[in-house]
Each structure stands twice: as C-alpha cells, then as structure tokens.
C-alpha cells in the first residue's frame, strides 16, 4: 500500500486542483490530503477562504481520489505528518518545486507536478469581480 500526501487551501475547488489529486493519487493507492484551516490560511498566507475549512474539508471528502482530509496548522507539521501516516509520496504542485525537498532526507520521495494553466482561485475570484 503506497501512501501519498499533499497539501492545499482548495478554495473555490477548480479543475486544476482535481488535476493534481488525481496525478496524486495515481502515484499511490492512498492519498491524504492536508488542508489549510482558516486561521493558518489568513495567519500563514494571507489568504481569506470563501469557502470555511468544514465546507473546503467536505467538498475534498466527495472526491474519489481522496482517502483522508486532515488540518494543516503549521509550515513545520510536514515532518511529522509523513511519519504518523506512514507515507511514501510528497506531491506538490512546481509551483512550490523545491521548496519541500527536505523531506527527501525523512525517506520520503518528493514529487512536485506541473500546474494546470490559467485556472487558479484567485483568478476565478477577479473574473467574477468584473
Ligand atoms: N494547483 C495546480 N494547478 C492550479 C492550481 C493549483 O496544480 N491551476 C495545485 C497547487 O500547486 C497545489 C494544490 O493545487 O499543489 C493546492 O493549491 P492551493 O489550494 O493554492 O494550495 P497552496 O496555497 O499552494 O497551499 O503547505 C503547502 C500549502 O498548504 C500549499
């Protein structure tokens, strides 16, 4: 049983993050999903979620590809998630390529995926401002 991870705010669930949970999950055959809450979105990454944790973290649940949802609270929990669930596989999407490569040395491989083009929440929240 291959384990995967990944991590996400999934705001305004699109199809370029349903892209990235079904590469994920093609990499394993279980994947957790590790999702901001509000309070580390806002806090951590200045971002204001449309959609709450409750309502992101059910939205995630319905989705084949996803086996668990658990909360990201911190930058630093990545090390620990690995271990207590016993993982094989980190993906991410290239837009943070490299930046989670440490967790090569906790024997975890580290996988970062190219993004899906002109999708994103923040440009599906600007277009419905016009
Ligand atoms: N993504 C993608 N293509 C898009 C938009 C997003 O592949 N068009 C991917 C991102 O690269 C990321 C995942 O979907 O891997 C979730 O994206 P966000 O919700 O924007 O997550 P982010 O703010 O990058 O949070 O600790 C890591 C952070 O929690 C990541």
């Given amino acids: ?43 951590q990454k200045q971002k204001k979620c449309y959609f709450t944790y409750e309502q992101r973290k059910m939205l995630l649940e319905s989705i084949r590809y996803v086996d668990l949802v658990i909360p990201e609270t911190s930058w630093e929990q990545k090390k620990t998630d690995v271990y207590e669930y016993h993982i094989d596989t980190f993906v991410m999407g290239d837009d943070w390529t490299g930046k989670f490569d440490f967790l090569k040395d906790e024997g975890v491989e580290v996988v970062y995926l190219p993004r899906t083009p002109e999708i994103s929440t923040t440009q599906i929240k600007s277009d419905l401002n016009q």
């Fill in 1 to 43: 049983m291959k384990r995967v991870i990944t991590y996400g705010t999934f705001d305004l669930l699109h199809y370029g993050h349903i892209n990235i949970l079904r590469r994920a999950k093609e990499l394993g055959d279980y994947l957790v999903v590790v999702l901001s809450t509000d309070e580390f979105n806002w806090e």
